[in-house]
């Protein structure tokens, strides 16, 4: 099957811990995204990918990092700096860089700080 | 604000009754999309209507956009409690290469 996945579905993490959250694609596509989801909210965007080893930072990337160093994965490491990272994280993925293309979603994975 | 802000914020109705969600946004667009999002659950996208289109149909949905007042309507005809979910625009600002999304709909279908 074609899609994109997200590991894991659920994580926790203690305080002043960083951890990466994966973020696959076998769709061949070039473009891929990070969005941030707070209960009741829309998504922001978090950071984004054009092409491989090359990404920019989107509207709340303090406190975050990433990485594109193959097509087909795009993983997100949330770092101690960030200090409210309980959220909903969702990857996406689109054909090109140009924003005609639809994205694609995957399931999420929901992080909670303990 | 964000840039695409939708209205109303939640919206219950029976079963077999139209819905309509609204979308409104600031500045220049490319394309506006609706993305649907079950709880829990990733997106998906629903339909994407280009600034130099008025409306724009898919099955049960039809979409609007007028770009004089800077908004967009979805309806859903025909609503299904299959159709619950929370419902979410998205403009492609002209220079930006990225989506912004706005903050949903929340829809609930009473059977």
């Known amino acids: 099957d074609g899609g994109i996945t997200q590991s894991p579905k659920y994580l926790f993490r203690k305080e002043g811990q960083n951890v990466t959250l994966s973020c696959e694609q076998n769709?061949?596509?070039?473009?891929m995204y990070w969005y941030r989801q707070d209960p009741g909210q829309g998504l922001r965007l978090i950071y984004y990918s054009q092409i491989v080893n090359d990404f920019q930072k989107g509207d709340i990337a303090e406190g975050y990092s990433v990485s594109r160093e193959k097509k087909e994965s795009f993983p997100l490491t949330v770092t101690s700096a960030q200090k409210n990272p309980t959220a909903f994280y969702l990857c996406?993925?689109?054909?090109?860089?140009?924003?005609?293309?639809?994205?694609?979603f995957g399931p999420g994975t929901r992080l909670t700080v303990l | 604000s964000q840039q695409g802000e939708e209205d109303p914020q939640a919206l219950s109705i029976q079963e077999g009754e139209n819905a309509t969600m609204n979308c409104s946004y600031k500045?220049?667009?490319?394309?506006l999309q609706w993305y649907r999002q079950n709880s829990g659950r990733g997106l998906v996208h629903l339909i994407l209507i280009r600034s130099n289109e008025r409306e724009k149909h898919s099955g049960r949905l039809r979409v609007t956009l007028d770009t004089s007042k800077k908004s967009s309507s979805l309806l859903i005809t025909a609503s299904r409690a299959a159709d619950t979910a929370s419902y979410f625009c998205?403009?492609?600002?002209?220079?930006?290469?990225?989506?912004?999304f706005g903050q949903g709909t929340r829809l609930t279908i009473n059977p």
């Open positions: 998205a403009t492609d600002i002209q220079g930006a290469q990225k989506l912004v």
């Open positions: 769709l061949n596509h070039d473009a």
């Open positions: 996406a993925s689109s054909r090109g860089g140009s924003s005609y293309n639809e994205q694609f």
């Open positions: 500045t220049s667009i490319n394309n």
